[in-house]
């Protein structure tokens, strides 16, 4: 009778717990669905070095993160995001499905915002198991950022995906 009890308590606990977070290191937010870890280390880009931190949670091998880094300048940080991508792209052996980008400026007086964004869909194998990556690459100014969730391709829900990558906001 326990172990039925238990099976029950164990059926109606949460996989997802979604939590906000908010970063002390770069100015975002995002919703993590798990509680998330930080760590910062050292990465080249095409030749360029940084120290990137990477906030994420992982959800039965299911991977959500928020990479951020700064560039020397704002030119460095938008082809940050390109390296950034396809480093990840290459590391699944992935085709990508689909792909967005744009590039915006915008004046204020006499401060100028610069920023750029990519955003993917790619399927690739990992130790022989089919993987997706879905990938929004931002910059503004001379900060860059990779959002990502990486997983199993047939344990990805749609719903999980969009939580995860809807709620990354800029502060």
Same mark, same amino acid.
């Given at each position: 009778?326990?172990?039925?009890?238990?099976?029950?308590?164990?059926?109606?606990?949460?996989?997802?717990?979604?939590?906000?977070?908010?970063?002390?290191?770069?100015?975002?937010?995002?919703?993590?669905?798990?509680?998330?870890? &930080?760590?910062?280390?050292? *990465? %080249?880009?095409? +030749? =360029?070095?940084?120290?990137?931190? !990477?906030?994420?949670?992982?959800?039965?091998?299911?991977?959500?993160?928020?990479?951020?880094?700064?560039?020397?300048?704002?030119?460095?940080?938008?082809?940050?995001?390109?390296?950034?991508?396809?480093?990840?792209?290459?590391?699944?052996?992935?085709?990508?499905?689909?792909?967005?980008?744009?590039?915006?400026?915008?004046?204020?007086?006499?401060?100028?915002?610069? &920023?750029?964004?990519?955003? *993917? %869909?790619?399927? +690739? =194998?990992?130790?022989?198991?089919? !993987?997706?990556?879905?990938?929004?690459?931002?910059?503004?100014?001379?900060?860059?950022?990779?959002?990502?969730?990486?997983?199993?391709?047939?344990?990805?829900?749609?719903?999980?995906?969009?939580?995860?990558?809807?709620?990354?906001?800029?502060?």
């Amino acid at each position: 009778m326990c172990a039925l009890a238990g099976l029950a308590l164990a059926a109606c606990s949460p996989k997802y717990n979604w939590r906000d977070y908010s970063s002390e290191d770069a100015p975002f937010r995002a919703m993590f669905p798990d509680k998330p870890s &930080s760590h910062t280390r050292s *990465i %080249d880009l095409d +030749g =360029m070095k940084v120290d990137m931190t !990477m906030t994420a949670a992982q959800v039965d091998g299911s991977m959500f993160a928020v990479g951020t880094a700064e560039a020397p300048d704002a030119a460095q940080a938008e082809a940050a995001l390109a390296a950034m991508k396809t480093a990840l792209v290459n590391n699944i052996g992935a085709t990508v499905k689909s792909e967005k980008s744009g590039k915006a400026s915008a004046v204020s007086g006499s401060t100028s915002a610069r &920023s750029a964004a990519i955003d *993917i %869909d790619a399927s +690739g =194998m990992q130790n022989g198991v089919p !993987m997706r990556l879905v990938g929004h690459f931002e910059s503004r100014d001379k900060r860059f950022y990779q959002v990502i969730v990486m997983g199993k391709e047939k344990e990805l829900s749609k719903e999980n995906v969009d939580m995860f990558m809807s709620s990354f906001k800029l502060q």
